[in-house]
């Protein structure tokens, strides 16, 4: 079984910075892709930011409506990943959910979402 668990969240000012953490624990053999996703209310889920694994930190993937405001990374010792979120807008304030698929010590594959951590940017 694979928890994961979600910091950084909370209430900041237009223009302000937050740092999301997630970390993966359990029974885990290897992680591969991690992502950030997005839910306001009323509206659907949405893709934040992905990353790859890989030997130079992976591959990244953004939200056109975050980029050159937002950073991802991982660090693998730590089965964690990281949002930077700069820059913050209203349009930003959401529940944002952890995502990270790899495979468990019984080789079997898995994908887990985090329980969120809401994000709030007031004007």
């Known amino acids: 079984q694979v928890q994961l668990v979600e910091s950084g969240g909370g209430l900041v000012q237009a223009g302000g910075s937050l740092r999301l953490s997630c970390v993966a624990s359990?029974?885990?053999?290897?992680?591969?892709?991690m992502g950030w996703y997005r839910q306001a209310p009323g509206k659907q889920r949405e893709l934040v930011a992905t990353?790859?694994?890989?030997?130079?930190?992976?591959?990244?993937n953004y939200a056109d409506s975050v980029k050159g405001r937002f950073t991802i990374s991982r660090d693998d010792t730590k089965k964690t990943v990281y949002l930077q979120m700069n820059s913050l807008e209203p349009e930003d304030t959401a529940l944002y959910y952890c995502?990270?698929?790899?495979?468990?010590?019984?080789?079997?594959?898995?994908?887990?979402w985090g329980q969120g951590t809401q994000v709030t940017v007031s004007s």
């Open positions: 995502n990270v698929q790899g495979i468990t010590s019984n080789w079997t594959p898995f994908q887990s």
């Open positions: 359990g029974s885990i053999k290897s992680v591969g892709a």
């Open positions: 990353i790859t694994r890989g030997l130079r930190g992976g591959n990244t």
